[in-house]
T-cell receptor, first 113, second 111 residues
Framework: NAGVTQTPKFQVLKTGQSMTLQCAQD?????MSWYRQDPGMGLRLIHY???????DQGEVPNGYNVSRSTTEDFPLRLLSAAPSQTSVYFC????????????FGPGTRLTVT | EDQVTQSPEALRLQEGESSSLNCSYT??????LFWYRQDPGKGPEFLFT???AGEEKEKERLKATLTKKESFLHITAPKPEDSATYLC????????????FGDGTTLTVKP
């Protein structure tokens, strides 16, 4: 099993550009989530999904959109990139939910200039 | 609102020098407390889940313990390969969708 995969590993955007961060898991987990991690800080929840077709907002959802059309995939869309969105983004999945152990992807390092 | 505070922010140890990391938490109802290890440039890796006060779990040189207000990650005779950031998180039993993470403790073990 590949576990949780994320693409791209690195990305540089100009202010105002849009892009999609990809996340996929092959563990048949119902729960998937997106976090951002800023230097010296823990993980902050952006959006999460408890199953295909069901998504909800986390702690810092503004400027991001998600959808979940399949169990395997959970893309994160940046609508109009801003410098404040410079961060490392992690996707995670869990067999039962966010209140259970989660398995993380390797991350996408995003810089917005 | 659920909160997690980890201390110290950074810890430097000599190889073989045992110590503990602290995770203080407040949560409306605890489903589970989680410890993760994060190496530089990588995603967090799950270590332990603790469910109730008094519970302990061990893995190699690491032992995690839980009380009603805090958790400790004890590191016995650490080696340089134990150097990493250790993250603590709580999962409430009121909302299965949201865990809250602490800011982490960065451990450096010198040979």
């Amino acid at each position: 099993n590949a576990g949780v995969t994320q693409t791209p590993k690195f990305q540089v955007l100009k202010t105002g550009q849009s892009m999609t961060l990809q996340c996929a898991q092959d563990m048949n987990h119902e729960y998937m989530s997106w976090y951002r991690q800023d230097p010296g800080m823990g993980l902050r929840l952006i959006h999460y999904s408890v199953g295909a077709g069901i998504t909800d907002q986390g702690e810092v959802p503004n400027g991001y959109n998600v959808s979940r059309s399949t169990t395997e995939d959970f893309p994160l869309r940046l609508l109009s990139a801003a410098p404040s969105q410079t961060s490392v983004y992690f996707c995670a999945s869990s067999r039962e939910g966010g209140s259970y152990e989660q398995y993380f992807g390797p991350g996408t390092r995003l810089t917005v200039t | 609102e659920d909160q997690v505070t980890q201390s110290p922010e950074a810890l430097r140890l000599q190889e073989g020098e045992s110590s503990s990391l602290n995770c203080s938490y407040t949560v409306s109802g605890l489903r589970g407390l989680f410890w993760y290890r994060q190496d530089p440039g990588k995603g967090p890796e799950f270590l332990f889940t603790l469910y109730s006060a008094g519970e302990e779990k061990e893995k190699e040189r690491l032992k995690a313990t839980l009380t009603k207000k805090e958790s400790f990650l004890h590191i016995t005779a650490p080696k340089p390969e134990d150097s990493a950031t250790y993250l603590c998180a709580v999962g409430p039993n009121t909302n299965a969708g949201k865990s809250t993470f602490g800011d982490g403790t960065t451990l450096t073990v010198k040979p």
